[in-house]
């Protein structure tokens, strides 16, 4: 008698606990969980190399900005770095930016960047598109930039980099 005295005590006590959770429309806690938003700001280094008629390694700092959502996540980032061709002894900086508008999909973004031989220096803009996976981040694309290209620098090119996270700040919204 006594443990069914107690079986339905938790059974009532259950019922009680649940209806205090679902307060309102049956479907309006599936409906906050679905428009719920989670933003991340992820900041560290990349290392890289970029390989292309010359291979050049690459080091830079990268922000990524994440909505992390049950439908259409989104990423975006910025990145600037420099690499360096050691061989032909070819400096370059480069400035950027990706989006990747959903979880399992391409990048696609920009880069502005300059290139100096330490005699002559040039400038323009490569169009990238990716693929970004955890750490990695595999990126093809052209460096467009003026005419005559008279020292040793990639136009079309591939590169892997590895992103280390340093910070991260996590914001939930409503």
């Known amino acids: 008698m006594k443990l069914l005295f107690l079986c339905l005590f938790f059974v009532s006590l259950s019922g009680m606990v649940t209806a205090q959770n679902f307060e309102g429309e049956p479907f309006e806690f599936k409906k906050r969980l679905i428009d719920a938003k989670v933003s991340v700001k992820k900041t560290g280094p990349y290392f890289g190399l970029q390989q292309g008629k010359f291979l050049v390694a690459e080091i830079g700092g990268e922000r990524q900005w994440k909505q992390i959502r ?4 989104q990423t975006h980032a910025a990145h600037m770095g420099f690499n360096y061709n050691f061989k032909y ?4 900086y480069d400035v950027g930016y990706w989006w990747k508008p959903n979880r399992i999909g391409l990048t696609y973004g920009g ?3 300059l290139r100096s031989d ?3 220096t040039k400038f323009g803009f490569a169009p990238v598109i990716g693929f970004k996976m955890w750490l990695l981040h595999l ?7 003026p005419r005559p290209n ?3 620098t990639n136009t079309f090119f591939i590169s892997l980099r590895i992103g ?3 910070d991260r700040d996590i914001e939930f919204k409503k």
């Open 70 to 73: 049950l439908l259409q996540a």
């Open 89 to 92: 002894k070819v400096l370059g």
């Open 111 to 113: 880069n502005l960047f």
């Open 118 to 120: 330490f005699n002559r």
């Open 139 to 145: 990126q093809t694309g052209y460096h467009f930039m």
């Open 150 to 152: 008279d020292f040793e």
């Open 164 to 166: 280390i996270i340093n």
